[in-house]
């Protein structure tokens, strides 16, 4: 099954040469600020040709700035656009000509019937199908109330790996993309996803903290839920997933539950995000 069906699009309207999802490779999102500076394109761009040229599909937006540029490297491979208007709508206009290769090498895709045109609610929704489809979310620029960091949100409360690719500290549009490196997102230093390093933690020394840790799943989980699937109190479980959220372990969603922060396990550069 190709992505998450609690967040797929509910018509499944779509456009291109795949009939269905399922027979797109891995996918994966690059996504980012519209107002991205050249050096922002490029690192999008070239992030998009490397995935692709490694089987995988890039899904984005196909926005202005970092999504269109993630799109237009990763042609002529395959890559997904998810609208927040209609398949048959192109948004933004100026995207006319990305919009008619993605229809010849790829797919568009939209919850929205045709002839529905984009308006400013439409994108969370949007976005919210980009984290469901996608294994892994790459977010190459955001200013600290970007969008982009709402997709990674839903993105981590959907198990996924987010990756980031991080700025100077004095320009706006790597705040956001800082700040989830600070929070335990994947670093990006190359384009090549070969080369995408980690800031890892040891795993638990203390047997009960590593026994708890392995019986947790990737997806978020509340205390009743972690203390049925290791077989333990709630009362004891509590504070055990508070020393683990503490070492950097586990992190904490937007609902309460908490999650295994991906990626996190003994120091080392991981090979290859494809």
């Not at 839920?225 to 959220?245: F, H, K, N, Q, Y």
Request: charged share 25%.
């Amino acid at each position: 099954m190709c992505g998450d069906r609690r967040l797929a699009p509910r018509h499944r309207v779509r456009a291109g040469c795949y009939t269905h999802l399922t027979q797109l490779p891995r996918l994966g999102a690059i996504f980012g600020s519209r107002r991205a500076p050249a050096n922002g394109r490029r690192v999008a761009r070239g992030l998009g040709a490397s995935w692709a040229g490694r089987g995988r599909c890039v899904v984005s937006g196909m926005a202005m700035g970092i999504d269109a540029e993630a799109h237009r490297g990763a042609l002529p491979g395959p890559t997904a656009a998810v609208l927040g208007s209609g398949v048959d709508v192109v948004s933004p206009p100026r995207n006319r000509t990305l919009y008619r290769k993605i229809v010849e090498c790829g797919v568009v895709v939209s919850e929205f019937a045709p002839g529905v045109r984009a308006e400013p609610h439409h994108f969370p929704r949007r976005n919210r199908i980009i984290a469901a489809l996608a294994r892994d979310v790459i977010i190459v620029e955001a200013s600290r109330r970007s969008g982009a960091l709402i997709t990674a949100e839903i993105a981590l409360d959907l198990g996924r790996e987010v990756l980031a690719v991080p700025g100077p500290i004095d320009r706006p549009n790597s705040e956001g993309t800082n700040r989830l490196i600070a929070d335990g997102a994947t670093i990006i230093v190359e384009t090549a996803p070969d080369d995408v390093m980690q800031y890892t933690v040891p795993l638990p020394e203390e047997p009960d903290l590593r026994q708890l840790l392995s019986a947790l799943p990737a997806s978020p989980v509340t205390v009743e839920e972690a203390a049925r699937l290791s077989r333990r109190d709630a009362e004891e479980v509590g504070p055990l997933l508070t020393i683990l959220e503490i070492r950097g372990h586990l992190t904490p969603t937007r609902d309460g539950r908490v999650m295994r922060t991906p990626g996190r396990g003994s120091m080392a550069v991981r090979e290859g995000a494809a």
